[in-house]
Protein backbone atom coordinates (compact mmCIF):
# COMPACT_ATOMS: atom_id res chain seq x y z
CA UNK A 1 0.00 0.00 0.00
CA UNK A 2 0.95 3.85 -0.07
CA UNK A 3 0.94 6.52 2.35
CA UNK A 4 -0.53 9.77 1.13
CA UNK A 5 1.12 12.78 3.19
CA UNK A 6 -1.01 15.71 2.85
CA UNK A 7 0.79 19.21 4.14
CA UNK A 8 -0.09 22.63 3.71
CA UNK A 9 1.80 25.74 2.45
CA UNK A 10 1.67 28.10 4.86
CA UNK A 11 3.77 31.78 4.78
CA UNK A 12 6.67 31.36 7.04
CA UNK A 13 5.23 32.45 10.69
CA UNK A 14 8.68 33.53 12.22
CA UNK A 15 8.82 36.18 8.67
CA UNK A 16 5.70 37.83 9.19
CA UNK A 17 5.71 41.38 10.26
CA UNK A 18 2.65 43.01 12.01
CA UNK A 19 2.09 46.43 10.89
CA UNK A 20 -0.88 48.60 11.89
CA UNK A 21 -1.98 45.46 13.93
CA UNK A 22 -2.47 44.04 9.95
CA UNK A 23 0.01 41.23 9.01
CA UNK A 24 2.38 42.40 6.40
CA UNK A 25 3.52 39.07 3.82
CA UNK A 26 5.65 41.15 1.60
CA UNK A 27 8.87 38.99 1.13
CA UNK A 28 8.03 35.96 3.50
CA UNK A 29 8.96 32.74 2.15
CA UNK A 30 6.61 29.81 1.78
CA UNK A 31 6.95 26.63 3.56
CA UNK A 32 5.23 23.83 5.33
CA UNK A 33 3.11 23.53 8.74
CA UNK A 34 5.64 21.87 11.71
CA UNK A 35 2.84 19.66 12.41
CA UNK A 36 2.88 18.86 9.02
CA UNK A 37 6.55 17.54 8.63
CA UNK A 38 5.45 14.93 11.67
CA UNK A 39 3.40 13.62 9.70
CA UNK A 40 5.87 13.31 6.79
CA UNK A 41 8.36 11.87 8.92
CA UNK A 42 5.54 8.91 10.02
CA UNK A 43 5.01 7.94 6.29
CA UNK A 44 8.22 8.03 5.81
CA UNK A 45 9.22 6.03 9.13
CA UNK A 46 6.30 3.23 7.86
CA UNK A 47 8.17 3.03 4.65
CA UNK A 48 11.38 2.65 6.32
CA UNK A 49 10.35 -0.47 8.14
CA UNK A 50 8.55 -2.36 5.45
CA UNK A 51 4.82 -1.43 6.10
CA UNK A 52 4.11 0.92 3.06
CA UNK A 53 5.25 0.93 -0.64
CA UNK A 54 5.61 4.21 -1.21
CA UNK A 55 4.92 8.09 0.15
CA UNK A 56 3.25 10.39 -1.56
CA UNK A 57 3.15 13.75 -0.67
CA UNK A 58 -0.09 15.55 -1.58
CA UNK A 59 -0.48 19.49 -1.44
CA UNK A 60 -2.52 22.24 -2.95
CA UNK A 61 -1.69 25.77 -3.35
CA UNK A 62 -0.87 28.53 -5.91
CA UNK A 63 2.01 27.73 -8.11
CA UNK A 64 4.86 28.70 -5.64
CA UNK A 65 4.28 25.05 -4.59
CA UNK A 66 5.95 23.68 -7.16
CA UNK A 67 9.28 24.67 -5.35
CA UNK A 68 8.19 24.79 -1.47
CA UNK A 69 7.20 21.00 -2.19
CA UNK A 70 11.21 20.09 -2.81
CA UNK A 71 11.41 20.81 0.97
CA UNK A 72 9.32 17.63 1.69
CA UNK A 73 10.89 15.66 -1.47
CA UNK A 74 14.11 16.08 0.59
CA UNK A 75 12.80 15.01 3.65
CA UNK A 76 11.76 11.76 2.57
CA UNK A 77 8.68 11.79 0.09
CA UNK A 78 9.34 9.53 -2.79
CA UNK A 79 6.75 11.35 -4.79
CA UNK A 80 4.60 14.76 -4.59
CA UNK A 81 1.04 15.05 -6.31
CA UNK A 82 0.32 18.87 -6.63
CA UNK A 83 -2.97 20.39 -7.26
CA UNK A 84 -2.55 23.73 -8.40
CA UNK A 85 -4.66 26.95 -8.12
CA UNK A 86 -4.15 30.67 -7.88
CA UNK A 87 -6.90 30.63 -5.22
CA UNK A 88 -6.28 27.79 -3.23
CA UNK A 89 -3.40 29.31 -0.97
CA UNK A 90 -5.48 29.96 2.32
CA UNK A 91 -8.74 28.45 1.09
CA UNK A 92 -11.06 27.41 3.55
CA UNK A 93 -11.20 23.96 4.58
CA UNK A 94 -14.29 22.61 2.94
CA UNK A 95 -12.38 23.21 -0.48
CA UNK A 96 -9.38 22.14 0.42
CA UNK A 97 -11.11 19.24 1.89
CA UNK A 98 -12.45 18.44 -1.77
CA UNK A 99 -9.47 19.64 -3.57
CA UNK A 100 -7.45 17.22 -1.23
CA UNK A 101 -9.94 14.44 -2.16
CA UNK A 102 -10.13 14.90 -5.69
CA UNK A 103 -6.26 14.01 -5.85
CA UNK A 104 -6.33 11.14 -3.29
CA UNK A 105 -9.17 9.39 -5.69
CA UNK A 106 -6.18 9.94 -8.46
CA UNK A 107 -3.71 7.94 -6.64
CA UNK A 108 -3.39 4.26 -6.65
CA UNK A 109 -3.07 1.70 -3.54
CA UNK A 110 -3.63 4.46 -0.92
CA UNK A 111 -3.97 2.44 2.80
CA UNK A 112 -3.62 5.71 4.57
CA UNK A 113 -3.64 9.45 4.94
CA UNK A 114 -1.75 11.04 7.23
CA UNK A 115 -2.02 14.89 8.08
CA UNK A 116 -0.85 17.43 10.88
CA UNK A 117 -3.43 17.63 13.42
CA UNK A 118 -3.66 21.21 12.76
CA UNK A 119 -2.39 23.50 10.09
CA UNK A 120 1.14 25.77 11.32
CA UNK A 121 -1.17 28.80 10.35
CA UNK A 122 -4.80 28.63 10.67
CA UNK A 123 -4.36 25.75 12.88
CA UNK A 124 -8.39 24.80 12.00
CA UNK A 125 -7.81 20.92 12.08
CA UNK A 126 -10.80 20.40 10.10
CA UNK A 127 -9.53 19.41 6.98
CA UNK A 128 -8.39 15.51 7.87
CA UNK A 129 -11.89 14.88 9.68
CA UNK A 130 -13.32 16.60 5.96
CA UNK A 131 -11.58 14.40 3.33
CA UNK A 132 -12.35 11.08 5.91
CA UNK A 133 -16.13 11.78 5.35
CA UNK A 134 -16.02 12.80 1.88
CA UNK A 135 -14.15 9.14 1.56
CA UNK A 136 -15.99 7.64 4.39
CA UNK A 137 -13.25 6.10 5.74
CA UNK A 138 -12.75 5.72 9.57
CA UNK A 139 -10.27 8.14 11.30
CA UNK A 140 -8.09 8.68 14.32
CA UNK A 141 -6.88 12.23 14.96
CA UNK A 142 -4.32 13.51 17.48
CA UNK A 143 -2.03 10.40 17.04
CA UNK A 144 0.93 9.94 18.89
CA UNK A 145 2.07 6.46 17.37
CA UNK A 146 1.01 4.90 14.28
CA UNK A 147 1.47 0.89 13.63
CA UNK A 148 0.63 -0.74 10.29
CA UNK A 149 -0.43 -4.41 10.89
CA UNK A 150 -1.98 -6.17 8.06
CA UNK A 151 -4.71 -4.35 6.61
CA UNK A 152 -5.21 -2.51 10.11
CA UNK A 153 -3.68 0.14 11.98
CA UNK A 154 -2.96 -0.13 15.33
CA UNK A 155 -3.27 4.22 16.50
CA UNK A 156 -2.56 5.61 20.20
CA UNK A 157 -4.51 8.62 19.86
CA UNK A 158 -2.81 11.28 22.53
CA UNK A 159 -6.38 13.15 24.38
CA UNK A 160 -5.82 15.66 26.71
CA UNK A 161 -6.25 13.15 30.00
CA UNK A 162 -5.87 9.70 28.25
CA UNK A 163 -4.42 7.60 25.28
CA UNK A 164 -6.87 5.50 23.49
CA UNK A 165 -4.90 2.78 21.50
CA UNK A 166 -7.24 1.72 19.09
CA UNK A 167 -7.72 -0.30 15.56
CA UNK A 168 -8.96 0.90 12.63
CA UNK A 169 -9.21 -0.96 9.24
CA UNK A 170 -7.48 -0.39 6.20
CA UNK A 171 -7.58 2.68 4.21
CA UNK A 172 -8.02 5.46 7.12
CA UNK A 173 -7.33 8.74 7.61
CA UNK A 174 -5.06 9.57 10.88
CA UNK A 175 -3.81 12.93 11.99
CA UNK A 176 -0.98 13.49 14.41
CA UNK A 177 0.48 15.22 16.65
CA UNK A 178 4.24 16.89 17.35
CA UNK A 179 4.97 14.85 19.99
CA UNK A 180 5.37 11.33 17.81
CA UNK A 181 8.39 11.62 16.02
CA UNK A 182 11.37 14.32 15.24
CA UNK A 183 11.05 15.32 12.39
CA UNK A 184 14.37 14.63 10.07
CA UNK A 185 16.37 17.76 8.48
CA UNK A 186 17.47 17.23 5.21
CA UNK A 187 20.65 17.07 4.07
CA UNK A 188 22.27 19.49 1.16
CA UNK A 189 22.62 16.51 -0.95
CA UNK A 190 19.18 15.29 -0.85
CA UNK A 191 17.84 18.79 -1.43
CA UNK A 192 19.51 19.03 -4.38
CA UNK A 193 18.00 15.42 -5.48
CA UNK A 194 14.47 16.47 -4.38
CA UNK A 195 13.79 17.95 -7.76
CA UNK A 196 14.63 15.39 -9.47
CA UNK A 197 11.95 13.10 -7.88
CA UNK A 198 8.88 12.41 -9.92
CA UNK A 199 6.02 15.21 -9.32
CA UNK A 200 2.31 15.14 -10.59
CA UNK A 201 0.93 18.21 -10.83
CA UNK A 202 -2.89 18.77 -11.83
CA UNK A 203 -4.82 22.27 -12.64
CA UNK A 204 -7.47 22.89 -10.08
CA UNK A 205 -9.56 23.70 -12.73
CA UNK A 206 -9.14 20.20 -14.30
CA UNK A 207 -10.71 18.39 -11.14
CA UNK A 208 -14.46 18.08 -11.26
CA UNK A 209 -17.14 19.01 -9.04
CA UNK A 210 -15.56 21.61 -6.32
CA UNK A 211 -17.84 23.32 -4.81
CA UNK A 212 -16.55 26.63 -3.81
CA UNK A 213 -19.32 28.70 -2.14
CA UNK A 214 -17.63 30.09 0.65
CA UNK A 215 -19.03 28.38 3.95
CA UNK A 216 -16.81 31.34 6.57
CA UNK A 217 -16.83 35.23 6.17
CA UNK A 218 -13.74 36.81 7.62
CA UNK A 219 -14.99 40.27 8.94
CA UNK A 220 -11.36 41.07 10.12
CA UNK A 221 -8.00 39.51 10.80
CA UNK A 222 -5.80 41.69 13.36
CA UNK A 223 -2.73 41.22 15.76
CA UNK A 224 -4.44 42.01 19.45
CA UNK A 225 -4.02 45.04 20.67
CA UNK A 226 -1.62 44.81 23.94
CA UNK A 227 -1.54 47.35 26.63
CA UNK A 228 1.30 45.70 29.01
CA UNK A 229 2.92 48.55 31.19
CA UNK A 230 7.06 47.08 29.53
CA UNK A 231 8.59 48.40 33.19
CA UNK A 232 12.34 47.64 32.57
CA UNK A 233 13.41 47.08 36.33
CA UNK A 234 17.40 46.45 37.06
CA UNK A 235 17.55 43.65 39.77
CA UNK A 236 15.89 40.91 40.69
CA UNK A 237 14.64 42.14 44.13
CA UNK A 238 13.26 45.28 42.19
CA UNK A 239 11.12 42.36 40.44
CA UNK A 240 9.83 41.03 43.48
CA UNK A 241 8.95 44.19 45.03
CA UNK A 242 6.76 45.21 41.63
CA UNK A 243 5.37 41.61 41.95
CA UNK A 244 4.50 42.03 45.62
CA UNK A 245 3.50 45.44 44.87
CA UNK A 246 0.92 43.93 42.86
CA UNK A 247 -0.27 41.51 45.17
CA UNK A 248 1.17 38.88 42.83
CA UNK A 249 3.35 37.27 45.36
CA UNK B 1 -34.54 31.71 16.43
CA UNK B 2 -32.65 28.94 15.49
CA UNK B 3 -32.50 25.87 17.37
CA UNK B 4 -29.09 24.81 19.14
CA UNK B 5 -27.76 21.68 19.94
CA UNK B 6 -24.80 21.05 22.78
CA UNK B 7 -22.53 18.01 22.47
CA UNK B 8 -19.08 17.47 24.63
CA UNK B 9 -17.60 14.80 26.19
CA UNK B 10 -16.89 16.61 28.99
CA UNK B 11 -19.32 17.76 31.38
CA UNK B 12 -18.04 21.08 32.50
CA UNK B 13 -17.04 21.74 28.75
CA UNK B 14 -20.79 21.43 28.17
CA UNK B 15 -21.63 23.62 30.64
CA UNK B 16 -19.42 26.04 29.53
CA UNK B 17 -20.82 25.84 25.46
CA UNK B 18 -24.52 25.77 27.20
CA UNK B 19 -22.96 29.62 28.20
CA UNK B 20 -22.03 29.99 24.75
CA UNK B 21 -25.38 29.15 23.56
CA UNK B 22 -27.02 31.75 25.61
CA UNK B 23 -24.92 34.46 24.05
CA UNK B 24 -26.00 33.03 20.84
CA UNK B 25 -29.65 33.11 22.16
CA UNK B 26 -32.60 30.68 21.11
CA UNK B 27 -33.50 27.63 22.51
CA UNK B 28 -30.69 24.61 23.40
CA UNK B 29 -30.70 21.00 24.07
CA UNK B 30 -27.77 19.57 25.04
CA UNK B 31 -27.38 15.58 23.53
CA UNK B 32 -25.94 13.57 26.51
CA UNK B 33 -24.28 9.74 25.05
CA UNK B 34 -23.89 7.16 27.66
CA UNK B 35 -23.15 9.01 30.83
CA UNK B 36 -25.92 9.36 32.89
CA UNK B 37 -23.85 11.23 35.52
CA UNK B 38 -23.51 13.99 32.52
CA UNK B 39 -26.98 13.66 32.07
CA UNK B 40 -28.26 14.73 35.72
CA UNK B 41 -25.21 17.25 35.90
CA UNK B 42 -26.55 18.94 33.04
CA UNK B 43 -29.89 19.03 34.05
CA UNK B 44 -28.95 20.11 37.53
CA UNK B 45 -27.64 23.32 36.33
CA UNK B 46 -30.45 24.09 34.27
CA UNK B 47 -29.94 22.10 30.91
CA UNK B 48 -32.56 20.30 28.89
CA UNK B 49 -30.71 17.20 28.46
CA UNK B 50 -31.81 14.68 25.95
CA UNK B 51 -30.27 11.11 26.50
CA UNK B 52 -29.07 8.74 24.47
CA UNK B 53 -28.51 5.28 25.78
CA UNK B 54 -26.86 2.84 23.26
CA UNK B 55 -23.96 0.39 23.51
CA UNK B 56 -23.15 0.41 19.58
CA UNK B 57 -22.03 4.12 20.05
CA UNK B 58 -18.21 4.45 20.45
CA UNK B 59 -16.85 7.98 21.41
CA UNK B 60 -13.33 6.80 19.92
CA UNK B 61 -15.37 6.09 16.32
CA UNK B 62 -15.32 9.91 15.19
CA UNK B 63 -17.50 8.94 11.93
CA UNK B 64 -20.15 7.37 13.60
CA UNK B 65 -20.37 10.28 16.52
CA UNK B 66 -20.99 12.80 13.71
CA UNK B 67 -24.16 10.67 12.22
CA UNK B 68 -25.19 10.47 15.60
CA UNK B 69 -25.00 14.23 16.18
CA UNK B 70 -26.80 15.09 12.40
CA UNK B 71 -29.26 12.64 13.35
CA UNK B 72 -30.06 14.12 16.81
CA UNK B 73 -29.96 17.95 15.18
CA UNK B 74 -32.53 16.67 12.88
CA UNK B 75 -34.98 15.10 15.33
CA UNK B 76 -34.14 18.63 17.89
CA UNK B 77 -34.60 20.78 14.69
CA UNK B 78 -31.18 22.43 15.90
CA UNK B 79 -29.38 23.94 12.57
CA UNK B 80 -26.24 25.44 14.61
CA UNK B 81 -24.48 22.57 16.69
CA UNK B 82 -21.97 23.59 19.34
CA UNK B 83 -19.06 21.30 20.42
CA UNK B 84 -16.02 21.57 22.48
CA UNK B 85 -12.73 22.67 21.05
CA UNK B 86 -11.06 19.90 22.97
CA UNK B 87 -9.75 17.49 20.80
CA UNK B 88 -12.38 15.07 20.74
CA UNK B 89 -14.34 17.99 19.64
CA UNK B 90 -12.40 19.34 17.10
CA UNK B 91 -11.86 16.18 15.66
CA UNK B 92 -15.10 15.58 15.78
CA UNK B 93 -16.83 19.43 14.34
CA UNK B 94 -14.50 18.89 10.67
CA UNK B 95 -16.05 15.28 10.13
CA UNK B 96 -19.69 16.53 11.46
CA UNK B 97 -19.67 19.72 9.19
CA UNK B 98 -18.69 18.01 6.05
CA UNK B 99 -21.70 15.46 6.59
CA UNK B 100 -24.66 18.12 6.79
CA UNK B 101 -22.57 20.39 5.02
CA UNK B 102 -21.89 23.11 7.29
CA UNK B 103 -19.31 25.59 7.81
CA UNK B 104 -17.20 25.15 10.76
CA UNK B 105 -15.07 27.12 12.70
CA UNK B 106 -12.91 25.84 16.19
CA UNK B 107 -11.06 27.36 18.76
CA UNK B 108 -13.55 30.09 19.16
CA UNK B 109 -12.65 31.96 21.86
CA UNK B 110 -15.22 34.71 21.70
CA UNK B 111 -18.63 34.98 20.19
CA UNK B 112 -20.87 38.35 19.18
CA UNK B 113 -23.93 38.52 17.47
CA UNK B 114 -24.61 41.11 15.29
CA UNK B 115 -27.81 41.37 13.59
CA UNK B 116 -28.54 37.33 11.63
CA UNK B 117 -24.30 36.93 12.08
CA UNK B 118 -22.91 34.68 14.78
CA UNK B 119 -19.41 36.40 14.76
CA UNK B 120 -16.72 34.22 16.34
CA UNK B 121 -12.83 35.09 17.30
CA UNK B 122 -10.31 32.42 16.60
CA UNK B 123 -6.56 33.03 16.49
CA UNK B 124 -5.07 32.75 13.33
CA UNK B 125 -1.27 32.98 11.55
CA UNK B 126 -0.21 30.63 13.98
CA UNK B 127 -1.61 33.50 17.10
CA UNK B 128 -0.22 36.17 15.15
CA UNK B 129 -3.88 37.86 14.64
CA UNK B 130 -7.31 37.67 16.16
CA UNK B 131 -10.00 36.54 13.14
CA UNK B 132 -13.24 37.44 13.55
CA UNK B 133 -15.20 35.54 11.28
CA UNK B 134 -18.91 34.10 10.74
CA UNK B 135 -20.73 30.88 9.01
CA UNK B 136 -22.76 31.69 6.04
CA UNK B 137 -25.76 29.82 5.77
CA UNK B 138 -27.80 28.34 8.39
CA UNK B 139 -26.04 24.96 9.21
CA UNK B 140 -23.07 26.09 11.51
CA UNK B 141 -20.85 23.92 13.27
CA UNK B 142 -19.18 25.76 16.11
CA UNK B 143 -16.17 24.52 18.63
CA UNK B 144 -15.67 26.41 21.72
CA UNK B 145 -12.81 26.86 23.28
CA UNK B 146 -12.61 25.80 27.08
CA UNK B 147 -12.48 28.32 29.52
CA UNK B 148 -13.62 31.09 27.13
CA UNK B 149 -16.98 30.99 29.07
CA UNK B 150 -18.10 30.96 32.41
CA UNK B 151 -20.23 27.18 33.38
CA UNK B 152 -23.47 27.62 32.77
CA UNK B 153 -26.13 27.47 36.03
CA UNK B 154 -29.89 27.93 35.53
CA UNK B 155 -32.71 26.23 36.68
CA UNK B 156 -35.55 24.13 35.63
CA UNK B 157 -33.32 21.52 33.37
CA UNK B 158 -35.11 18.51 32.35
CA UNK B 159 -34.18 14.87 31.00
CA UNK B 160 -35.59 13.60 28.12
CA UNK B 161 -35.29 10.24 26.34
CA UNK B 162 -33.55 10.25 22.58
CA UNK B 163 -33.53 7.09 20.57
CA UNK B 164 -31.48 6.58 17.26
CA UNK B 165 -30.14 3.42 16.31
CA UNK B 166 -27.05 3.01 14.41
CA UNK B 167 -24.81 0.42 12.95
CA UNK B 168 -22.10 -0.84 15.87
CA UNK B 169 -18.57 1.18 15.40
CA UNK B 170 -15.95 -0.41 13.45
CA UNK B 171 -13.29 1.34 15.54
CA UNK B 172 -12.01 -1.14 18.07
CA UNK B 173 -10.80 0.24 21.42
CA UNK B 174 -8.25 -1.71 22.40
CA UNK B 175 -6.73 0.42 25.43
CA UNK B 176 -7.17 3.77 27.47
CA UNK B 177 -4.49 4.61 29.24
CA UNK B 178 -4.94 6.93 31.62
CA UNK B 179 -2.19 10.14 31.99
CA UNK B 180 0.15 9.72 34.55
CA UNK B 181 -0.94 10.99 38.14
CA UNK B 182 1.50 14.10 37.95
CA UNK B 183 -0.46 15.62 35.31
CA UNK B 184 -1.32 18.84 35.54
CA UNK B 185 -3.50 21.61 34.97
CA UNK B 186 -1.70 24.53 33.56
CA UNK B 187 -4.89 26.23 32.19
CA UNK B 188 -6.41 26.44 35.32
CA UNK B 189 -3.36 27.42 37.39
CA UNK B 190 -3.59 31.22 38.60
CA UNK B 191 0.10 31.55 38.66
CA UNK B 192 3.19 30.18 36.23
CA UNK B 193 6.42 29.53 35.96
CA UNK B 194 7.14 29.06 32.01
CA UNK B 195 10.39 27.97 30.99
CA UNK B 196 11.82 27.84 27.46
CA UNK B 197 14.83 27.19 25.79
CA UNK B 198 17.02 29.34 28.11
CA UNK B 199 17.14 27.23 30.76
CA UNK B 200 20.46 25.24 30.18
CA UNK B 201 20.03 21.84 31.43
CA UNK B 202 17.84 19.34 33.19
CA UNK B 203 19.52 19.82 36.26
CA UNK B 204 17.89 23.47 36.93
CA UNK B 205 14.51 22.49 36.76
CA UNK B 206 14.25 21.78 40.64
CA UNK B 207 15.22 25.03 41.54
CA UNK B 208 12.22 26.62 39.01
CA UNK B 209 9.89 23.75 40.96
CA UNK B 210 11.17 25.73 43.91
CA UNK B 211 10.38 28.55 43.02
CA UNK B 212 7.08 27.92 41.85
CA UNK B 213 6.25 26.01 44.94
CA UNK B 214 7.24 29.47 46.87
CA UNK B 215 4.95 31.03 45.64
CA UNK B 216 1.77 28.69 44.52
CA UNK B 217 1.98 28.34 40.74
CA UNK B 218 2.57 25.67 38.35
CA UNK B 219 5.46 25.60 36.05
CA UNK B 220 4.96 25.21 32.48
CA UNK B 221 7.40 25.46 28.99
CA UNK B 222 7.74 26.20 25.62
CA UNK B 223 7.16 23.69 23.33
CA UNK B 224 10.78 23.13 22.14
CA UNK B 225 11.46 22.21 25.80
CA UNK B 226 8.69 19.46 26.02
CA UNK B 227 8.80 18.08 22.43
CA UNK B 228 12.49 18.81 21.44
CA UNK B 229 14.06 18.42 24.91
CA UNK B 230 11.56 16.52 26.78
CA UNK B 231 12.25 18.11 29.97
CA UNK B 232 8.65 18.20 30.50
CA UNK B 233 5.33 16.37 29.34
CA UNK B 234 3.30 17.54 27.12
CA UNK B 235 0.35 18.60 29.20
CA UNK B 236 2.88 21.70 30.72
CA UNK B 237 3.26 23.23 27.10
CA UNK B 238 1.85 27.00 26.46
CA UNK B 239 1.17 27.74 23.26
CA UNK B 240 -1.08 27.47 20.11
CA UNK B 241 -0.54 23.56 20.17
CA UNK B 242 -0.67 23.40 23.72
CA UNK B 243 -2.59 25.09 26.43
CA UNK B 244 -4.02 28.38 26.47
CA UNK B 245 -3.50 29.91 29.66
CA UNK B 246 -5.11 32.97 31.18
CA UNK B 247 -3.39 33.17 34.47
CA UNK B 248 -3.37 35.51 37.18
CA UNK B 249 0.42 35.70 36.71
CA UNK B 250 3.00 34.55 34.35
CA UNK B 251 6.83 34.70 35.00
CA UNK B 252 8.18 33.46 31.73
CA UNK B 253 12.15 32.70 32.00
CA UNK B 254 14.20 32.44 28.84
CA UNK B 255 11.74 32.29 26.56
CA UNK B 256 12.16 34.20 23.04
CA UNK B 257 8.44 35.25 22.51
CA UNK B 258 7.44 33.69 19.37
CA UNK B 259 3.75 34.06 18.67
CA UNK B 260 2.96 30.42 18.57
CA UNK B 261 4.22 30.54 22.30
CA UNK B 262 2.87 33.88 23.19
CA UNK B 263 -0.66 33.07 22.15
CA UNK B 264 -1.06 30.92 25.31
CA UNK B 265 0.01 33.10 27.37
CA UNK B 266 -0.90 36.76 26.42
CA UNK B 267 -4.13 36.64 28.39
CA UNK B 268 -2.37 36.99 31.67
CA UNK B 269 -3.07 39.58 33.97
CA UNK B 270 0.58 40.08 34.74
CA UNK B 271 3.50 39.03 32.93
CA UNK B 272 6.89 39.30 34.06
CA UNK B 273 9.72 38.38 31.33
CA UNK B 274 13.43 37.55 32.40
CA UNK B 275 15.57 36.80 29.57
CA UNK B 276 19.42 37.75 28.55
CA UNK B 277 18.51 39.06 25.00
CA UNK B 278 17.36 42.65 25.80
CA UNK B 279 15.72 42.48 22.60
CA UNK B 280 13.28 39.22 22.83
CA UNK B 281 10.23 39.91 21.56
CA UNK B 282 8.69 38.12 25.04
CA UNK B 283 9.68 41.54 26.49
CA UNK B 284 7.24 43.60 23.99
CA UNK B 285 4.29 41.96 25.82
CA UNK B 286 5.82 41.87 29.45
CA UNK B 287 4.45 44.05 32.29
CA UNK B 288 7.95 43.78 34.00
CA UNK B 289 11.35 43.13 31.91
CA UNK B 290 14.35 41.96 33.36
CA UNK B 291 17.12 41.52 31.32
CA UNK B 292 19.65 38.70 33.20
CA UNK B 293 20.08 35.38 33.04
CA UNK B 294 17.09 32.99 34.17
CA UNK B 295 19.23 31.15 36.71
CA UNK B 296 20.86 33.67 38.69
CA UNK B 297 17.31 35.86 38.80
CA UNK B 298 15.70 32.22 39.87
CA UNK B 299 18.42 31.72 42.66
CA UNK B 300 18.11 35.55 43.86
CA UNK B 301 13.94 35.27 43.60
CA UNK B 302 13.94 31.72 45.97
CA UNK B 303 16.75 33.61 48.78
CA UNK B 304 14.57 36.76 48.91
CA UNK B 305 11.33 34.83 49.36
CA UNK B 306 12.65 32.34 51.49
Known amino acids: ?249 | MAGILVFSDRTNLALEILTAAGVIGGTAKVLVINNDEQAQALSDAGADVYKLSNDDISLADVGQVAEVLKEAAEKLNADIILLSSNRRGKELAGRLAQKIGAGCLTDVSAINVNGDKIECQRNALGGATVATQYINGDKKVIAVSPRSFAPFAGSGGSINEIDITIPASTVKVLEVKPKAADTVDIAAAEKLVIVGQGLNSKDDIPMIEELAAKIGAEVACSKPVATDKKWFSEEHVVGLSGKICKPELAIILGVSGQVQFTVGIRDAKVIAAVNTDENATINTMADYVLTADLHEVVKEMNEILG
Open chain 1, 1 to 249: MNVVVAMKQIPDLQQIRIKNRQPVFDDVPLTFGSIDKNALEAGVNLKENGLADKVIVLSAGNEDLEDTIKEALAAGADEAFLILGDDLNGAESSVIAQVLTAGIKQIEDVGLILFGEGSGDNYSGQVGSRVAEILGWPQVGYAGAVKVEGNKAVVTRVLEDAEEVVEVSLPAVITVVSGINEARIPSVTQILKAGKKPKEIVEEDELDEINKDALITTVSNLAPESDRKRVVVKSTAELVDKLKSENMI
